[in-house]
């Protein structure tokens, strides 16, 4: 056997992970999106994208989708301050999004993602994302957000329990999407399915509230067109 430190980085986000873990009573709700209108829409608009300078992954509507849900169902867009009897209501909508680098996991936060088309959002990831695997995020596109998303769709898995990143009251983990039948009335259909897993923090959110707020997340994911609305 070796025995190895771990890295700075590591060893900031063990010690976080595990407050969180012992401090926070988590709930896990699942949930699938139905995707396939959104991918065909994602796949057509791929190319005037690129000639914006964006690459328009899944992540940016999720991102856009997510803040809509947020402003919707203002109770998630809270922070529990440390006497756990405290809300902080937020009149902004910051989008953490966690992300995978070799040193360990880093969270760089997409501001006023409310406001933002999903150009805007998809540059701005992919700033932040190249950021961070170079290790030059400053700390303030780390701090300030009000809600995470945690996605490994690009790799596998059907469902996972993502750690609350606290005073945040609430996660979102995205898996895989995998084409499912699925029962209209009449027949089955092929069908793209994302599954949806949204951690919370019971002392601020009810069982109730989540499953609403997974249910509406769906429906705007199925038909983008809500977030006109």
Sequence with gaps: VEE??????????????????LNVPHVTQFDEADITELEAFRKAMKAEAEAQGAKLTPLPFMVKACAFALRKFPQFNV????????????????????????DGLMVPVVRNADQKSLIEIAKEMAELGKKAQTKKLKRDEM???????????????????????????????????????????????????????????????????????????????????????
Excluded at 92 to 101: L, Q, R, S
């Design 4 to 21: 190895k430190p771990m890295g700075r980085l590591l060893k900031m986000g063990a010690t976080n992970l595990h407050r969180s873990w």
């Design 79 to 102: 922070s529990l301050k440390g006497d756990g009897e405290t809300l902080v209501w937020k009149n902004y909508v910051h989008i953490g999004i966690a992300v995978d680098t070799p």
């Design 143 to 229: 701090t300030g957000g009000c809600f995470t998303i945690s996605s490994l769709g690009s790799i596998g898995g059907t469902a996972f329990t993502p750690i609350v990143n606290a005073p945040e009251v609430a996660i979102l983990g995205v898996s895989k999407a995998q084409m499912k039948p699925v029962w209209d009335g009449s027949a089955f259909q092929p069908r793209l399915m994302m599954p949806l897993s949204l951690s919370y923090d019971h002392r601020a959110i009810n069982g109730a509230d989540a499953a609403r707020f997974t249910a509406f997340l769906a429906d705007v994911l199925t038909d983008i067109r809500r977030l006109l609305l």
